[in-house]
């Protein structure tokens, strides 16, 4: 564990090396006037700029460590918005979903492992044509296949509006079929921008959390207020009013003064007490949201209450006294970067070079104190090319440990921006900076859309493959780029953790991990997405070690209460594993320790 002081330091020279891009600054860019976006002069710019537009990475690699294998993969000539990891024919092999535009029909690729390639199923696995804006893929009914929940942001794009809906996953005759289950949900056609799926209560069945953005269909756009349901297999009742203040209504105003335009939600358990809290993006300036899970005692129930404000979530401290100060934040995902014990938090946010100065910026806030509320320490960053004519739209981001060296790195999709917005991979130094090495490795493809990360080949290396999208220019013909880490492991050993709940959720989302090694103790929390029209990662909680480091223990806080009220903690010795480069292990929620990878935890 590292002292108060350095966990302040990290926040002081976090990001000093960013590679390719400015340095983060307290003082924001001022804007060009000039060329502000829709102007003449920014017009005639722009199109001089897309004359000349490199879909691809902008110069070749001076890094070598990932390698374009998409048509390798079969992949060639298809392409995504959003892309889901996982495993829809329950044979214990990741697949790959997509859904090629921001609203449309679900693409299937059934993974072949004699061909080492993804192969596109030819039958629709719906009973009717489903077109999404998002998808959830979670096993609700705990029967061991995959369920799918189907959203949809219901704008002027969308010409069927839909509620949020949700399809039981089965197997017949050597083929996957959904079938809609009647959920229940009162919220009816909403502008719903994303879906938490987590287990609030811990009493086994996963709950729902709806995120709502503006409702266009008014003369003047509302807020919606979200809406949390409880769940029990298909079944779902509506537990708003655990959402403290979120649904008060003003009759002379007709609106909800607290309900504000949420467009990405994530779960993370910052408090450490075994209950997962939910983290709210909003746009238009409006705070992020920081809903802690609290125990109330009166009604013997969970309640939610922001303390975004005091956390230092809802935004940076020069928009704090203006109710729209904020930022357009699209994700907000937690991870312990540094390993001091405490989650810090990614903040992707939408920023204009003519933006004014109290608009927040994407940054990191770090983790301060194991004491409650939390707080932490915002450091900003941008990419500001000096032009005075640049967008930053980072809509998605993913904590991965691309080189297992035991410091988690960040893949972001700054994207929508065309010709300047581009994939950033940064990686994590020793001293906890980060540097933009996405040129260097020639990965920084132009408007990317929903990337994931995934090990496609086994081989104990994680991979990641995003998407490219036309928005702002017709003429980039969307794709997939998939590649493959082939970063030679010089001595870098990893592990890999497949829970399997039996009390709990099947996928145990909502466990936190704490791995006790050797070198460092390292934290990890499992939650199914983060962030807005989410895209959803392969299942598995990895692990980097670095280089001569031998393995202790793990703790593993399930989701689940025991019989004493408190969530089911197990402890797993670890220190009779020896392996050269990648282990991969399966938990029971009894304790039980399996090698490789299994599907459930029979004897």
Same mark, same amino acid.
Request: with cysteine; charged share 25%.
């Given at each position: 564990?590292?002292?108060?002081?350095?966990?302040?330091?990290?926040?002081?020279?976090?990001?000093?090396?960013?590679?390719?891009?400015?340095?983060?600054?307290?003082?924001?860019?001022?804007?060009?006037?000039?060329?502000?976006?829709?102007?003449?002069?920014?017009?005639?710019?722009?199109?001089?700029?897309?004359?000349?537009?490199?879909?691809?990475?902008?110069?070749?690699?001076?890094?070598?460590?990932?390698?374009?294998?998409?048509?390798?993969?079969?992949?060639?000539?298809?392409?995504?918005?959003?892309?889901?990891?996982?495993?829809?024919?329950?044979?214990?092999?990741?697949?790959?979903?997509?859904?090629?535009?921001?609203?449309?029909?679900?693409?299937?690729?059934?993974?072949?492992?004699?061909?080492?390639?993804?192969?596109?199923?030819?039958?629709?696995?719906? %009973?009717?044509?489903?077109?999404?804006?998002?998808? !959830?893929?979670? #096993?609700? &009914?705990? =029967? +061991? *296949?995959? @369920?799918? /929940?189907?959203?949809?942001?219901?704008?002027?794009?969308?010409?069927?509006?839909?509620?949020?809906?949700?399809?039981?996953?089965?197997?017949?005759?050597?083929?996957?079929?959904?079938?809609?289950?009647?959920?229940?949900?009162?919220?009816?056609?909403?502008?719903?921008?994303?879906?938490?799926?987590?287990?609030?209560?811990?009493?086994?069945?996963?709950?729902?959390?709806?995120?709502?953005?503006?409702?266009?269909?008014?003369?003047?756009?509302?807020?919606?207020?979200?809406?949390?349901?409880?769940?029990?297999?298909?079944?779902?009742?509506?537990?708003?009013?655990?959402?403290?203040?979120?649904?008060?209504?003003?009759?002379?105003?007709?609106?909800? %003064?607290?309900?504000?335009?949420?467009?990405?939600? !994530?779960?993370? #358990?910052? &408090?450490? =007490? +075994? *209950?997962? @809290?939910? /983290?709210?993006?909003?746009?238009?300036?409006?705070?992020?949201?920081?809903?802690?899970?609290?125990?109330?005692?009166?009604?013997?129930?969970?309640?939610?209450?922001?303390?975004?404000?005091?956390?230092?979530?809802?935004?940076?401290?020069?928009?704090?006294?203006?109710?729209?100060?904020?930022?357009?934040?699209?994700?907000?995902?937690?991870?312990?970067?540094?390993?001091?014990?405490?989650?810090?938090?990614?903040?992707?946010?939408?920023?204009?070079?003519?933006?004014?100065?109290?608009?927040?910026?994407?940054?990191?806030?770090?983790?301060?104190?194991?004491?409650?509320?939390?707080?932490?320490?915002?450091?900003?960053?941008?990419?500001?090319?000096?032009?005075?004519?640049?967008?930053?739209?980072?809509?998605?981001?993913?904590?991965?440990?691309?080189?297992?060296?035991?410091?988690?790195?960040?893949?972001?999709?700054?994207?929508?921006?065309?010709?300047?917005?581009?994939?950033?991979?940064?990686?994590?130094?020793?001293?906890?900076?980060?540097?933009?090495?996405?040129?260097?490795?020639?990965?920084?493809?132009?408007?990317?859309?929903?990337?994931?990360?995934?090990?496609?080949?086994?081989?104990?290396?994680?991979?990641?493959?995003?998407?490219?999208?036309?928005?702002?220019?017709?003429?980039?013909?969307?794709?997939?780029?998939?590649?493959?880490?082939?970063?030679?492991?010089?001595?870098?050993?990893?592990?890999?953790?497949?829970?399997?709940?039996?009390?709990?959720?099947?996928?145990?989302?909502?466990?936190?991990?704490?791995?006790?090694?050797?070198?460092?103790?390292?934290?990890?929390?499992?939650?199914?997405?983060?962030?807005?029209?989410?895209?959803?990662?392969?299942?598995?909680?990895?692990?980097?070690?670095?280089?001569?480091?031998?393995?202790?223990?793990?703790?593993?806080?399930?989701?689940?209460?025991?019989?004493?009220?408190?969530?089911?903690?197990?402890?797993?010795?670890?220190?009779?594993?020896?392996?050269?480069?990648?282990?991969?292990?399966?938990?029971?929620?009894?304790?039980?320790?399996?090698?490789?990878?299994?599907?459930?935890?029979?004897?």
């Amino acid at each position: 564990m590292t002292t108060k002081r350095n966990r302040l330091l990290y926040g002081a020279f976090l990001f000093s090396l960013l590679l390719n891009s400015a340095c983060s600054s307290k003082k924001k860019a001022k804007s060009s006037p000039a060329l502000r976006e829709g102007t003449e002069k920014y017009s005639k710019a722009r199109k001089k700029e897309e004359r000349h537009v490199v879909y691809g990475a902008t110069s070749a690699p001076t890094l070598k460590g990932f390698e374009n294998k998409t048509l390798e993969y079969g992949l060639h000539g298809e392409t995504a918005t959003a892309l889901y990891a996982v495993d829809f024919d329950n044979d214990g092999v990741t697949d790959l979903v997509t859904l090629p535009e921001h609203y449309s029909v679900p693409n299937f690729f059934k993974f072949n492992i004699k061909t080492n390639r993804f192969e596109k199923i030819t039958y629709n696995p719906f %009973p009717e044509i489903v077109r999404a804006s998002f998808l !959830s893929f979670a #096993d609700f &009914n705990r =029967d +061991g *296949f995959l @369920d799918v /929940l189907v959203g949809t942001l219901n704008q002027k794009t969308e010409l069927s509006k839909y509620p949020l809906r949700l399809f039981k996953g089965r197997k017949y005759r050597s083929k996957i079929h959904y079938t809609e289950e009647q959920t229940q949900l009162p919220a009816g056609i909403v502008p719903n921008s994303s879906v938490a799926v987590f287990d609030f209560d811990l009493d086994g069945w996963l709950d729902l959390y709806q995120a709502n953005w503006y409702n266009l269909r008014q003369r003047k756009p509302k807020a919606v207020p979200d809406r949390l349901y409880k769940g029990r297999t298909f079944q779902f009742k509506d537990y708003s009013v655990l959402l403290e203040g979120e649904h008060e209504y003003k009759k002379s105003f007709k609106l909800y %003064p607290n309900a504000r335009p949420s467009f990405g939600v !994530s779960t993370c #358990d910052i &408090n450490q =007490d +075994g *209950f997962p @809290d939910l /983290l709210i993006a909003n746009s238009s300036g409006y705070e992020n949201k920081l809903w802690m899970n609290r125990n109330d005692r009166l009604n013997k129930t969970r309640k939610f209450r922001d303390f975004a404000k005091v956390s230092g979530v809802a935004s940076d401290i020069e928009g704090d006294h203006d109710p729209l100060g904020g930022g357009n934040s699209y994700y907000l995902n937690c991870a312990d970067y540094n390993n001091d014990g405490i989650f810090d938090l990614a903040l992707g946010e939408l920023f204009h070079s003519y933006d004014p100065e109290s608009r927040d910026r994407s940054s990191i806030l770090t983790g301060s104190t194991f004491s409650f509320p939390p707080k932490f320490i915002r450091t900003e960053y941008h990419m500001d090319d000096g032009t005075g004519s640049w967008s930053q739209g980072d809509r998605r981001a993913t904590w991965f440990d691309f080189n297992r060296d035991g410091l988690l790195d960040l893949i972001i999709d700054n994207t929508g921006f065309p010709p300047k917005s581009r994939l950033i991979l940064f990686k994590q130094e020793p001293n906890h900076a980060f540097a933009d090495v996405s040129e260097a490795y020639a990965i920084n493809t132009l408007n990317p859309s929903g990337t994931i990360v995934m090990d496609f080949n086994r081989d104990g290396r994680l991979d990641f493959i995003t998407g490219q999208t036309s928005i702002r220019n017709s003429q980039i013909k969307g794709k997939i780029y998939l590649y493959e880490n082939t970063h030679a492991f010089d001595g870098n050993k990893s592990i890999r953790f497949h829970l399997v709940g039996q009390r709990s959720n099947r996928a145990a989302i909502g466990s936190s991990l704490i791995l006790k090694t050797k070198n460092f103790t390292s934290k990890q929390f499992i939650s199914l997405q983060e962030g807005g029209l989410p895209s959803q990662n392969e299942a598995g909680v990895f692990f980097g070690l670095g280089k001569k480091n031998k393995l202790v223990s793990l703790k593993v806080k399930w989701p689940h209460i025991s019989k004493k009220g408190f969530p089911t903690e197990k402890t797993y010795k670890l220190s009779k594993f020896k392996f050269k480069e990648h282990l991969e292990l399966t938990l029971c929620e009894s304790g039980k320790i399996i090698p490789g990878k299994a599907q459930n935890c029979r004897n």
